[in-house]
């Protein structure tokens, strides 16, 4: 039979030496496994010091103490004792770190980790809360407890260096809401036709002095088909956020990323700081809203959280769809450069001249067009409109170029943000405005990917919009702790290397010095003439 051990083969036999005479016998093992019915371990024996959870129960808890104040007011004097809010803000905090959407799944993976026991502060055995528990406890605590906890992240990564605020990329995206299409429902009047006849008929009841005003005119009142009665008549597969609701969650809206289907979705709007990408500001908004219009309320929000800790903002990153005249007029009023390129359907150069002092426009044969009315089109923008006499385009050599088919004069419609307009555009195509440029895409996008697929924030888990901000905000919490516990490892690492070098060269400079002195002290003078000839 032969026998390996320690890489050497062996016949099974009896072997003699100076020393000692060994015979080598190894049985099979096989391991009784039987469970201790009482165990004399404690936790932080078993989590090792550069485990994560170990790192951030360190740094996080200390700054978690004030939730005790901020949530006393929302407890009774009596009754069974709720969750620890330090607890429900620390296992909300694991579900995103752990990218968990799912209240039931959190509790089970919490409860087979070491390490997030250790951090909950559970000792083997002890129950973890119930998922109702924490989703009772989520619809109780208000949005503006999730963000005193998310700004003292963010003062926590300021202290640390990590945040330079002068420039900020901001950006959005869509993210799920817990409700489907299919189950949409037709919105419907809160009262009837005849009910509101009837209320409208006794709000308009003339005294009885007053004689009402007649007419030759017969009036059609025989009903019209309208399109909800059409509908209810024959089934309609096309949804919108004007005719149709969620049941399940109204504030979702139907939206939808070119190329992608239809969902129920919330908007949400981050800003990043371009330094170590560390997220300044997140919110969630209607889906259906357009992004122009939340610039400026993520902008003072950002800037407002910055001058808390003394820093001042001074640019602002975003792409084209949050270009609007308003925003470009807001930004300059604050003294902060916006890099936001105008939208596709802008030109910078027309065949048209712009006499600022007159607010005039002088065509290509010298002739005025003057200003006509200010409007505001479907989308929302502001416009400026000149028109020209018929006297001018008359035997115009331009004419058949400038003028359309049957018209007589020349209508000239432009945004009344020119100015803002032109500067933007002019900022944008500058050296400084490409590696701007280069910088958002590099900022922004990759964190809210980050966050979206691998910090919990594909789907909101809970209904409304006030749970979709609670929902961002804890993933950009969660976000914003790996990013600082990632950056004070990585620095005092740094630390430690730079330290050691140190270290090393003060360690030679010494050995020279003393290599020096005995050369100088101990060798012959001939010996040392010997080496100094031989240099």
Do not use: W
Request: net charge positive; aromatic share 10%.
């Amino acid at each position: 039979m032969l026998i390996t051990f320690h890489k050497f083969s062996f016949e099974n036999t009896t072997f003699d030496s100076n020393l000692a005479s060994i015979k080598l016998i190894i049985m099979q093992g096989k391991k009784q496994q039987q469970e201790s019915l009482f165990l004399t371990v404690q936790l932080s024996e078993l989590v090792l010091e550069d485990n994560f959870y170990r790192m951030l129960k360190r740094v996080l808890e200390p700054q978690m103490q004030f939730l005790y104040k901020d949530t006393k007011h929302l407890y009774g004097d009596t009754g069974n004792p709720g969750i620890d809010p330090v607890v429900f803000f620390k296992l909300i905090l694991v579900a995103y770190l752990e990218n968990i959407v799912s209240d039931r799944k959190l509790v089970k993976m919490s409860a087979m980790r070491l390490d997030i026991l250790f951090f909950l502060g559970y000792n083997l055995g002890e129950s973890l809360p119930f998922h109702s528990t924490i989703s009772r406890t989520r619809q109780l605590y208000p949005k503006e407890l999730f963000e005193s906890l998310f700004n003292k992240v963010f003062g926590l990564c300021v202290q640390a260096g990590m945040v330079g605020g002068h420039t900020q990329s901001v950006d959005s995206a869509y993210v799920k809401a817990n409700a489907s299409v299919a189950g949409m429902k037709l919105k419907q009047p809160q009262m009837s036709v005849d009910q509101f006849m009837a209320e409208s008929d006794s709000e308009n009841t003339l005294p009885a002095k007053q004689t009402p005003v007649t007419t030759t005119t017969p009036l059609n009142v025989e009903p019209k088909e309208t399109g909800c009665n059409k509908e209810q008549k024959k089934s309609h597969t096309s949804f919108s956020n004007e005719t149709h609701f969620s049941p399940s969650d109204p504030d979702s809206r139907l939206s939808k990323k070119p190329g992608k289907p239809l969902h129920m979705n919330y908007l949400a709007g981050m800003s990043v700081d371009t330094d170590n990408h560390v997220i300044s500001h997140i919110q969630a908004d209607f889906a259906d809203e357009n992004d122009t219009k939340h610039l400026k309320d993520i902008t003072e929000k950002t800037k407002a959280r910055l001058e808390d800790h003394d820093l001042h903002l001074a640019n602002v990153l975003a792409d084209t769809n949050f270009s609007s005249g308003e925003n470009y007029q807001y930004l300059e009023k604050e003294n902060i450069q916006g890099f936001i390129p105008p939208q596709a359907g802008y030109k910078h150069e027309i065949d048209f001249i712009y006499d600022e002092q007159n607010d005039t426009y002088i065509c290509k044969n010298n002739k005025v067009l003057t200003y006509l009315q200010t409007i505001t089109n479907e989308r929302g923008q502001l416009r400026k409109e000149y028109k020209s006499t018929k006297e001018n385009c008359h035997g115009c050599p331009f004419r058949s170029e400038c003028l359309r088919k049957n018209h007589q004069t020349k209508k000239l419609t432009i945004t009344a943000y020119r100015k803002e307009y032109g500067e933007a555009y002019e900022r944008v195509r500058s050296k400084v405005g490409k590696r701007m440029k280069k910088l958002r895409s590099s900022t922004v996008e990759p964190v809210f990917g980050s966050l979206i697929n691998y910090n919990g924030m594909k789907q909101v888990n809970a209904k409304g919009i006030e749970a979709a901000n609670k929902a961002v905000l804890g993933a950009a919490t969660a976000y914003n702790l790996k990013k600082l516990l990632k950056f004070t490892f990585k620095t005092a690492k740094s630390e430690a290397k730079a330290l050691k070098k140190k270290l090393c060269n003060t360690g030679i400079a010494i050995l020279s010095d003393f290599a020096a002195f005995f050369s100088e002290k101990y060798l012959p003078l001939t010996m040392r003439q010997f080496i100094d000839s031989k240099k």
